[in-house]
């Protein structure tokens, strides 16, 4: 180990250039103004190296322009770089026309080590970039660094159960000689482990409702040798939020009240009411209008609304029992839910409408179905 290596380095990964939100006002503009402040923060906290771990870009098709854009912001930042590809970049058409600057690495398909001098010590970094779209290969095994260095290791995989793409274990990361695993893939910021590292920045900006909380990277401190700060910067242009609203015993505008108290002006929000109450028929009766009240009220933008509502006077138990099965239907079995929707005749002739949903889609739809006839509900008083 280097006792007198002390350095800053800034590690993200998953920046997927070129991909569009499903928040329809961004127009890939976000991905591109997170990675900005990224840079700006290196800069500004004088780091000494950026690790970009995988999926640069969305797709390996990506057009020269996204490309032009990346390197250019590579450009404003003078101290060394280092990047691999992942699943979704393992290829790019513009390399030779578009060349990265001359103090960014890219890691080939095979092991390399660089070694980076500083007046604070020495360091190096050891990589590897998936060889096609579907790595099977434990790139984390192929890694070994140097015992008397501090090492980084800046790879794409997955190092969880069941993986499909260059599949690994922290386990392989131990005994290698590695201080620092820069990982990507895995779009949820985690710590999987102090000693040694091995850290997922996350993406850098939430891209869907599945993407929610904030979104950046990570500001890594190292003196004498060893890892003594380890900071989220938080980047992103606008957050996700997944908010639940339980109209039970509420009036509009405490529920609206509740959801304004959960989110941020400038956040994408998608909200699921629940419970029981009078507000069910008032939800129910436009939608569209609650929307556009909690857009309003919260300076938000909201993605989504679903109804998991009933209304008075419906047991709980009855109006459960009703979502249960709709969600039971819509779970495993996607054929099961659209052979039901071929059975119906004023269906039939739009079953390509309903096969073109994703899962998410069609599990959606069917929760939407059932809470609609728990809410429709009539029982005896």
């Given at each position: 180990m280097c006792m007198g290596c002390s350095f800053r380095f800034v590690h993200c990964a998953d920046l997927h250039l070129g991909s569009v939100s499903a928040c329809s006002d961004d127009r890939g503009e976000g991905v591109f103004r997170s990675f900005s402040r990224i840079v700006d923060m290196a800069l500004t906290e004088s780091a000494d190296a950026i690790v970009i771990s995988?999926?640069?870009?969305?797709?390996?098709?990506?057009?020269?322009?996204?490309?032009?854009?990346?390197?250019?912001?590579?450009?404003?930042?003078?101290?060394?770089?280092?990047?691999?590809?992942?699943?979704?970049?393992?290829?790019?058409?513009?390399?030779?026309?578009?060349?990265?600057?001359?103090?960014?690495?890219?890691?080939?398909?095979?092991?390399?080590?660089?070694?980076?001098?500083?007046?604070?010590?020495?360091?190096?970094?050891?990589?590897?970039?998936?060889?096609?779209?579907?790595?099977?290969?434990?790139?984390?095994?192929?890694?070994?660094?140097?015992?008397?260095?501090?090492?980084?290791?800046c790879i794409h995989c997955d190092a969880f159960s069941g993986a499909s793409y260059a599949p690994c274990t922290v386990q392989d990361m131990k005994g290698r000689n590695v201080d620092y695993w820069a990982l990507g893939h895995i779009h949820k910021r985690q710590v999987l482990s102090e000693d040694p590292y091995v850290v997922y920045p996350g993406n850098i900006q939430g891209r869907d409702i599945g993407e929610t909380g904030e979104k950046g990277a990570y500001l890594v401190t190292v003196e004498s040798?060893?890892?003594?700060?380890?900071r989220f910067v938080p980047t992103q242009s606008f957050v996700w939020r997944s908010l639940e609203a339980d109209i039970s015993g509420r009036t509009l505008q405490e529920a609206m009240a509740g959801i304004a108290s959960e989110c941020s002006a400038g956040d994408v929000i998608s909200v699921s009411f629940k419970g029981s109450g009078p507000l069910d028929r008032v939800l129910r009766s436009?939608?569209?209008?609650?929307?556009?009240?909690?857009?309003?009220?919260?300076?938000?933008?909201?993605?989504?609304?679903?109804?998991?509502?009933?209304?008075?006077?419906?047991?709980?138990?009855?109006?459960g029992a009703v979502r249960?099965?709709?969600?039971?239907?819509?779970?495993?079995?996607?054929?099961?839910?659209?052979?039901?929707?071929?059975?119906?005749?004023?269906?039939?002739?739009?079953?390509?409408?309903?096969?073109s949903?994703?899962?998410?889609?069609?599990?959606?739809?069917?929760a939407e179905a059932s809470a609609l006839a728990a809410s429709s509900l009539e029982v005896e008083r």
């Open positions: 995988g999926d640069v870009y969305d797709d390996s098709a990506v057009s020269p322009a996204v490309r032009f854009r990346f390197v250019r912001e590579l450009s404003r930042f003078t101290g060394p770089v280092f990047i691999c590809r992942g699943n979704h970049d393992s290829t790019s058409p513009w390399d030779a026309s578009i060349p990265y600057p001359e103090n960014v690495h890219e890691f080939g398909p095979e092991p390399e080590v660089v070694s980076v001098s500083l007046d604070g010590g020495d360091f190096e970094v050891v990589g590897a970039s998936f060889a096609s779209r579907s790595e099977p290969r434990n790139l984390a095994a192929m890694m070994e660094g140097d015992p008397g260095i501090f090492t980084i290791a040798g060893r890892v003594s700060e380890l436009d939608p569209e209008g609650i929307a556009r009240m909690a857009e309003e009220l919260t300076g938000c933008k909201v993605a989504g609304i679903r109804m998991m509502t009933s209304p008075e006077g419906v047991p709980k138990e009855l109006a249960d099965s709709g969600n039971a239907l819509a779970g495993p079995d996607r054929g099961l839910i659209l052979g039901i929707l071929r059975s119906k005749p004023m269906l039939r002739n739009n079953i390509s409408y309903f096969e949903m994703s899962d998410e889609e069609l599990s959606m739809l069917a």
